[in-house]
């Protein structure tokens, strides 16, 4: 007569019950391992999904000759400093190919608190589309500056985390980080609020590219000396400098006309293009970090597995006697067998439910510190097959490791343990 | 029809120095069913193994050993868990609860392994021993004394046709010795149960009117050098 499975349960429950500490402390273990491990791989994949939607609909950047990583970097994740400076007139140039849809100059050169101040036209805000939608909302009283004004429109990261908000105003600092102490006399006021974008440009300050070339200090050097702009005055196009052009192409195709043109023909400017295959290449640069993270997740989950087996195996030596009075009642072999399979799984089924807790504990973490620093939102219920596969893996793993316990009760010798204990 | 047969049933242990050491010898010995029988022995001399062979926890070397008309020495070990679980009742001197149950689990998951759990028909035996104010006590709230009658209760649950007890007052004092085993011995005779019991308390032994030596019934060999 088989035992039914609702007895063998009671008895692995009653166990884990009465081995609460180390019940809890193996659960607890083994749910860091599985949370990490669903946390590491969701991280990966929307940190390249983030990345390759970091362009905005982008298909190339035109800027300074040098490296287009840096240019990339610099212009689609405003990160590391600019590879230098192209004339006004290359832009120009550019924005008028019949191959080019779109095309926004872009200046940098100061910041506030640290967020990147960009210089641009009105245009990127109210004509730029990517897949046929516009890209920038302005929600509730925003708009877009005035390209006479001395106004900005913040990203929604800049606007949580400096507090600015429409009306208020603040000077900039020069250089594209906070290691500067140099504050322009200029004063802008915040006229628009950008809705979350989920990409870098959530922590750009965005303001006319006019009022960057007429920043108190700053030389524009497109004629090859340095012109300093004054109030009332306009600016010839000759002297004016842009640090990047954000290109749409009508044809994909045209990329490769251009790239010869300007990389391989020209000397003065380079062309970054296809912008997705840069910002893959970024990231399989970086993508040892996340190769590393998920060797650790796995070393975790090996840990886990070790603490498991250790902490059911140590209970087998006080647990001898118990599985020889089950035995002499008529409990079979495969019943004890089956009893410790049970506490195993159990425990692992404990670890896999609340691996969901610390994985969503880590992604909150996670999502909070990544939209701090980039911008980027992780959305912490977006399903990853590691979602499945891990708590899967976790019961397979479980399962395992109580296998050496359990064959340890397997083989509990009546007679002796009775007569032992008896002793 | 006896209830329990044994005939030439041979078990030897090897010892650390390397030599085969027999245990148990026993040319024949029988039980009929409700029959209750004592068995006088001194410590070491073989009855626990005696017993472990007979509830088939333990194999002999050689022999043949019926019980209910089945041979046990002849069936798997899952069959003989089987057999345990519903022919036999086990007492022990240490009585062997487990700690973490009530009395009236221990006597509950005693009856999961043969006929099924029946909690109404454990709390009647625990409350005919006088324990039905302690069913949801754990076992070292209770007395040795209780401690024994869950034991016996536990022994009794499952309706078994025999009952081996192995020292069942080795650890009571005498006057918990003597209810345990009039409890012990009535229940058997309620239940319809043989019963066997070995010990070496004289006062233990005087109280059956079947006492048999148990030298007289085992007669091992010399140790033989392997």
Redesign the interface.
Known sequence: MSVPLGTMFRIAWRSLRQHALSTWVTISSAALASGLVMAVFAVARQSSEAFEGGSLGFDAVLGARGSSTQLVLNSVFHLNTSPGNLPWKAYQEIAANPSVEEAYPYAVGDNYRSYRIVGTVPEFFTEHRMEGKPIFELPGDGRVFDPNLREAVIGSVVAHKTKLRIGSRFQPTHSLDAGSDHVHDEDYVVVGILAPTNSPADKVIWIPIEGMFRMDGHYLRGAGENFEAHAGEAIPDEHKEVSAVMLRLKDPAAGFMMQARYNKEGKEATLAWPIATEVQSIFQQISWVSRVLILVAYLVVVVAAGSLLASLYNTMNERRREFAILRSLGARRRTLLGVILLESGTIALGGALLGFVVYFGIMAGAAAVIRSETGVVLRTMVYHPAMLWTPLGMLVVGAIAGLVPAMKAYSTDVSRELSQSAA | MDLLELRDVVKAYDTPEGARHEVLRIPEFRLAARDQVALAGTSGSGK??FL?VI?G??RPDSGRVMLDGQEVTALP??AR??L???TIG?V???F???G??SALENVV??M??????DPALARALLERLGLGERLHYRPHQLSVGQQQRVALA?ALANRPKLVLADEPTGNLDPGNAREALGLLRDLCTEHGAALLLVSHDPAVLAQFETRRDFDSINQPGTEVRA
């Open positions: 626990s193994t472990n509830a926890m333990v070990e899952a868990d089987a345990r679980a519903r086990y022990f001197q240490t062997h609860l487990l973490a149950y998951l005693g999961a392994f043969g006929p099924g759990p536990r």
